[in-house]
């Protein structure tokens, strides 16, 4: 099994859609987890950081992380044709000095 | 300039050739990476560097070796490749390297393919 499960997609939608992107992990030890927002032939860029459990929203992004049950979400409100790009979800244990990444959703918004 | 530089952009080399990745960054950071990110698959980390010193190595081939001069400078020095090895390479830097939640600015990637 996976320390971290992305679906891969792809996922298209309209443009004004609300998505919702999702990872599960099996590490209990993860305390910090962030979204990277990757466009064709370009490197991750930081978009979503979060400590812990709880919600965090940052203009039309949200990120949702339930450590009950091992799931973070990435919802991102009024979908642009300018969001279409690969998210990948990643985490660390406190005690850990490299992060764990999911294998990324490609996401397209349709104009 | 944006804060981390690689090049080249992209490469094509021979099984038998031997080549150098370069990555520069501009943020001050103290920590630089190495990533392969292949499709499909998550960021494979494979070297850090934290003060100029190695402090990770991946279980990563003797094909693959990492040179850092300073703080701002990371090279990937490539010999004798194999087809799988065709990948993006990704090189990141961080403020430092330490338990806690130290956020990664990454390059735009070297396209890598082996002939």
């Known amino acids: 099994q996976k320390e971290v499960e992305q679906d891969p997609g792809p996922l298209s939608v309209p443009e004004g859609a609300i998505v919702s992107l999702n990872c599960t992990y099996s590490?209990?030890?993860?305390?910090?987890f962030m979204w990277y927002r990757q466009y064709s032939r370009k490197g991750p860029e930081l978009l979503m950081y979060t400590y812990s459990s709880g919600n965090k929203e940052d203009g039309r992004f949200t990120a949702q992380v339930d450590k009950s049950s091992k799931y973070i979400s990435l919802f991102i409100r009024d979908s642009q044709p300018s969001d279409s790009a690969t998210y990948l979800c990643?985490?660390?244990?406190?005690?850990?000095?490299?992060?764990?990444f999911g294998s990324g959703t490609q996401l397209t918004v349709l104009p | 300039e944006t804060g981390v530089t690689q090049t080249p952009r992209h490469l094509v080399m021979g099984m038998t050739n031997k080549k150098s990745l370069k990555c520069e960054q501009h943020l001050g950071h103290n920590a630089m990476y190495w990533y392969k990110q292949s499709a499909k698959k998550p960021l494979e980390l494979m070297f850090v560097?934290?003060?100029?010193?190695?402090?990770e190595n991946n279980s990563v081939p003797s094909r693959f070796s990492p040179e850092c001069p300073n703080s701002s400078h990371l090279f990937l020095h490539l010999h004798t490749l194999q087809p799988e090895d065709s990948a993006l390479y990704l090189c990141?830097?961080?403020?430092?390297?330490?338990?806690?939640?130290?956020?990664?600015?990454f390059g735009s990637g070297t396209q890598l393919s082996v002939l």
């Open positions: 990141a830097s961080s403020q430092e390297l330490r338990q806690g939640n130290e956020k990664l600015f």
């Open positions: 590490n209990s030890a993860f305390q910090y």
């Open positions: 990643a985490m660390k244990s406190g005690s850990a000095r490299q992060l764990t």
């Open positions: 560097y934290n003060f100029k010193e190695q402090t």
